[in-house]
């Protein structure tokens, strides 16, 4: 099972109990009427992914995202941000989450809500974003303020920045340039040219063992850059039949969101 870290308890645990089979994850989304930016979409990225891992998992996970009015929501399928299942406002929010949302205040916070009886809340919390050196504070506005518009029109696959976001590990500060959104950019078109590539080998059964130590990477505290470098390492290892690999990324996009498949018979 996901374990991570509570930044009210300092403790890293499971993100339910065990035998527990559903919780309930609120995203504190920006604020209404706020120009969306980089910074904002590091914290819907990181509840993404709880939520993926999660599922896998057999929980069923009713996502909510938590903001003070209607807001702009046209990004989350450019990063594959799977969209909520509900919208709230805050004052909407019951139970014992309901504290907690309105102190968060649309910073970008991730609670879970495992439904334990002593009203337990885990409140995880992504680091800070940088781009060429200027803070974006999530559901703040700040002057030229990255968008991922910006990184579209400048001829990025906007998965570019899901991929350099996962190149850092979510409580830490990250500092992101043009130069680290072009190499994600290239990193991401090479594999999905790999994956395309095996596609015609025959099939094999996936390397357990490695993906297995990949997983195991992404649940303890959602280790991701650890992840990608076994990833990397495996798309080098020769000694691995193309089939097993090819297997092995789809199973792997799964969570990774990055459309990996996405070259598959366009050659």
Known sequence: MLRLHDTHSGLTEPVVPEGARSLRLYAVGPPAR???????LRPLLLADLI??????????????????????ADDMPALNVRPPDRSLRADEVAGPVAGFVSAEDGSGAVLLDP????????????????????ELPAGRDGGGAVRLREVVE????????RLALLGHHYREDAELTWDTLRAADATLRFWRSRVATWSEAPSAPMPAERVAAIEDA?????????????????????????????????????????DLPAEIGRS
């Not at 939520?51 to 702009?72: K, P, Q």
């Not at 334990?116 to 992504?126: K, P, Q, S, T």
């Not at 400048?154 to 920045?161: C, S």
């Open 218 to 258: 992404l649940r303890d505290d959602l280790g991701t850059p650890r992840t990608l470098r076994l990833v990397d390492e495996l798309e080098r290892d020769e000694s691995v039949a193309p089939g097993s690999r090819f297997e092995a990324f789809l199973h792997l996009d799964q969570i990774l969101a990055l």
């Open 115 to 134: 439904g334990l009886r002593d009203g337990v809340v885990r409140r995880v919390r992504a680091g800070r974003l940088r781009f060429e050196g200027r």
């Open 34 to 40: 706020h120009r969306v930016h980089l910074g904002d």
């Open 51 to 72: 939520r993926r891992i999660a599922e896998r998992h057999r929980v069923r996970v009713l996502a909510c995202r938590v903001t003070d009015g209607e807001t702009s």
């Open 154 to 161: 400048a001829g990025l696959d906007p998965l570019a920045v």
